[in-house]
């Protein structure tokens, strides 16, 4: 019985060792790839958590400064944080912030810089369309109403678009182009949910142009028409 058994755990011994032969290096070559692939994981976790603590101190340093009305701090302050960890949430965070305090402290060119930033290197769309909405008021203020254009131009989540559409409308206005500025409100009008308190604004504002959106026709009667009146 017992030399039974011996052969029969022989048999399963030689059985494991041509399994280990033939597969055993790719089995090893597996792991490998599969704990490399864990602690890679466990690692870049680690890391982003990290980059994000470092970067939240630094944001804090942006909001200190913005509080403090501290220009050249806030300007420092989000310089560092957007080339040491641009690619975090904060720095994009940290550039509309720096965007107003700048702007409010009339560092225009600052401002525009640090919105500039988030427009095109934000990782977020819903930030980079917030930059690109608040630039383009900066640069409606400072009349470049073609630079500003662009800005309203680009691709905005759907979410966004009745805002850029607002703003293009006001841009529009301050060129003197009411018929454009008119049909641009229009679309912003459409596009926000009735009730809204926008909506309300920019009704306002299509009133002001001789606009009724809700009776989809001008409240002016056209030049031509009243010329032809007796």
Known sequence: MASHLDLEEQEQLDQLKHFWNRWGTLITWALIVVFGALAAWNGYQYWQRRQASQASVLYD??????????????ERAFNDLKDKFGRTIYASQGGLLAGKALYDKGQIDAAKAALGWV????????????????????????????????????????????????????????????????????RAW?????????????????????????????????????????
């Open 61 to 74: 340093e942006v909001d200190r400064a913005a509080e403090a009305g501290d220009a050249t701090r806030v």
């Open 119 to 186: 427009a095109d290197k934000s990782g977020d769309a819903g930030y980079k369309a917030l930059a690109r909405l608040r630039l383009a008021a900066v640069l409606l203020d400072a009349k470049a109403y073609d630079e500003a254009m662009r800005q309203l131009d680009a691709s905005f989540p759907p979410s966004f678009a009745a805002l850029a559409d607002d703003r293009k409308g006001d841009v529009l206005l301050a060129q003197g182009k009411k018929d454009e500025a008119a049909a641009a409100y229009g």
């Open 190 to 230: 459409k596009a926000f949910d009735d009730g809204t308190d926008y909506r309300q604004l920019v009704e306002i504002k299509l009133n002001a142009l001789g606009v009724d959106p809700r009776a989809g026709a001008s409240l002016v009667a056209p030049a031509a028409a009243v010329e032809k009146k007796p």
